[in-house]
Every structure is written in C-alpha cells, then in structure tokens.
C-alpha cells in the first residue's frame, strides 16, 4: 500500500491550499482516509476524516468550515481542500488509512497506513 501526499507549499493567510493523496495497493472503498498534521514541537494530530463505506466526515474543530475532505473513488484519490488558512494550520500534513467505518477521528495509534507527509507553511 502506498499513499503520496502533494499539494503543499506556502499560502498567505485566509489563501487556500489543496491537498491530494493518491493511493495505490488500498482497497478503497473499505477503507477510511484521514488527513493528520503535525506542527514543529507537537504531536500528530487528526484534523479530518471521511469514513468507509458510508462516507461520514469528521473534523476538528480547529478547522470545521474551513477544511473539507472528499474521496474520489474513480482515481483512489482524498482530497483535503483547505480554506481561509491559519498560520496555526502550517505543519507537515500526512495522509493516513486504515480499514473499518470510523464515528470520529482517529488516534495515531489506529491508523494502518501512512503517506509521507507535504509541508503546508502559512505565513501571517
């Protein structure tokens, strides 16, 4: 299984940034995509969901209304669309997959796969 993370780079705030991660060897439809970030100095934290097979979203509330997550099923692609950006929201952002329907974010500890990150910079 492999997840590749692009779409970082540097946006000024209140730009938007789009993030992909595209998947090969996963079966998809079962499995949930998250996206994590993690800022220099803190811990990996999960900031949104989309959950197999019924795709539910999930969000922290550091970013609901600002971020939206989808699932493309014809290219095995999640995207993370990301809005109104904070400088708090810079960080290195890793996509994530594990198998089973979620009812909420997941911990690091439950994610079965990980994508190599892209590094989101924000500058105020």
């Known amino acids: 299984v492999q997840l590749v993370e692009s779409g970082g780079g540097l946006a000024r705030t209140g730009g938007s940034l789009k993030l992909a991660c595209v998947t090969s060897?996963?079966?998809?439809?079962?499995?949930?995509i998250a996206w994590f970030r993690q800022a220099p100095g803190k811990e990996r934290e999960a900031v949104s969901c989309v959950s197999a097979p019924d795709l539910s979203q999930y969000y922290a509330e550091s970013v609901k209304g600002r971020f939206f997550i989808s699932k493309d099923y014809g290219e095995e692609t999640s995207w993370l669309q990301m809005n109104s950006l904070k400088p708090e929201d810079a960080g290195e952002y890793y996509c994530a997959s594990m198998y089973g329907r979620r009812t909420g974010l997941p911990q690091s500890s439950e994610v079965q796969f990980w994508g190599k990150g892209t590094l989101v910079t924000v500058s105020s």
């Open positions: 060897g996963l079966a998809f439809r079962d499995a949930t």
